[in-house]
């Protein structure tokens, strides 16, 4: 190892270690809001640096500073900023960048909450949004070129596991004056490093595979510094501010990501290998598989395909509802990247509101249910699939 450029896996184990308090080994958790200054000189000097680890916990803290640490190491960024969810780093950047009159481009598929930030949120206070197909990359360059401010991108995104062309997207924003944006929560720094492919920022939902437990709540913005201190600046007035407990939580978490995200990958891939070779199965979305239609980009772009799938089950709302009850490992719960295994069959959140062909209208499949592969054995996973499939059929 060149202990100055290390490999993520050791970077997430020392990366942090010259923050260090004192001699112990685990970090402390540091539920102090405030900190005391030794002289006015101090005080105010702790008062004018933006994001001092110890002034005030809305400013900065120091278990917040470890982490952003770990994580902008792992995204090749220059700074970073922690905030209290996935939602919080999103909103953070766009109200800390965006002014009335502003063009944002976005997807028309995104996760949800940045999907309301660009229909009903931003165009309140003024700001113009266009959301365009992400597998259209023409459509989407010429969006940003139409003067666009900033570009807002999200891949592998949920549900359908379509791509975003990362170096296409950079590339034209950088020609256009904007500042570009990748969500990568899908994707984790392990598997893709968007600011490789000439990206701006990265954020995050460290709730997902940062944390890994699906025991918190935390957010990440990772990029050039002037612009993470721009959005910090809009941070402490939002107060998204990440808690001491789940900033530790979240340091504790990070060692082992690429441990968990390996796993995931690998799960993944089997259970879509499986799902796809299956009859009782209509199609497999995942990045990994040749079938997808941007396996290429897919490939070009990351250096593994995460670990969430989607999968079409034969027949229609029915059988699908009926697989994802009779899964016993994968639990039927939203979100994803933890250490267990979860399913979402997508349209149930619609059922009794609308019937499947108004489903798909909406862009939701019923027949669609969402994998989120966790580290459990993958044998285990695929005989959990097939045994769900099999009372499915039967
Ligand atoms: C979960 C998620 C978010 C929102 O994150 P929270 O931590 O729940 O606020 C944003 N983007 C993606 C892709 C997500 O999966």
Redesign the pocket.
């Known amino acids: 190892m060149d202990p100055m450029r290390p490999a993520p896996d050791t970077l997430l184990i020392h990366g942090d270690r010259d923050l260090r308090d004192d001699s112990s080994l685990a970090p402390p958790i540091l539920p102090s809001v405030t900190h005391s200054a030794a002289d006015a000189v101090e005080f105010a000097e702790m008062a004018s640096t933006p994001r001092h680890p110890r002034f005030y916990t809305r400013y900065g803290n120091p278990t917040h500073e470890r982490a952003a640490r770990l994580i902008t190491g792992l995204e090749g960024a220059e700074a970073g900023l922690m905030t209290a969810?996935?939602?919080?780093?999103?909103s953070a950047v766009a109200l800390g960048l965006l002014k009335a009159g502003d063009l944002a481009v976005g997807q028309t598929s995104?996760?949800m909450?940045?999907t309301k930030l660009f229909t009903e949120m931003l165009p309140r206070f003024g700001v113009r949004t266009r959301l365009v197909d992400q597998t259209d990359t023409a459509g989407l360059l010429a969006a940003i070129g139409e003067g666009a401010r900033l570009v807002m991108v999200?891949t592998p995104?949920?549900p359908t596991m379509a791509v975003t062309d990362l170096a296409a997207v950079a590339q034209a924003a950088r020609a256009a004056g904007a500042i570009s944006v990748a969500?990568n929560?899908?994707a984790s720094p392990i598997n893709q490093r968007p600011l490789a492919h000439g990206i701006d920022l990265v954020?995050?939902?460290?709730?997902?595979y940062l944390g890994g437990h699906h025991d918190l709540?935390?957010?990440a913005v990772a990029g050039p510094t002037a612009l993470v201190e721009k959005i910090w600046d809009s941070a402490i007035v939002l107060g998204a501010t990440l808690g001491a407990f789940d900033a530790w939580l979240l340091l504790r978490g990070l060692r082992t990501l690429p441990l968990r995200v390996a796993r995931a990958n690998d799960n993944a891939m089997a259970a879509a290998r499986f799902l796809e070779a299956h009859p009782a199965v209509e199609a497999v979305h995942y990045p990994g598989l040749e079938s997808h239609p941007q396996h290429a980009l897919a490939r070009r772009q990351m250096s593994g395909f995460g670990g969430v799938l989607a999968v079409r089950i034969r027949g229609g709302y029915e059988p699908a509802a009926r697989f994802v009850a009779a899964l016993r490992l994968f639990t039927n719960a939203v979100?994803?990247?933890g250490v267990e295994s979860l399913a979402v069959h997508a349209a149930a959140m619609w059922a009794g509101t609308l019937d499947d062909a108004q489903m798909r209208a909406a862009g939701v499949e019923p027949n669609l249910v969402r994998l989120a592969c966790g580290i459990e054995a993958p044998d285990d996973l695929i005989a959990d699939l097939r045994q769900a499939l099999d009372a499915t059929s039967a």
């Open positions: 969810s996935g939602m919080g780093a999103i995104h996760y909450g940045t999200e995104v949920n969500d929560t899908f954020v995050h939902s460290a709730t997902k709540i935390a957010g979100s994803l990247g």
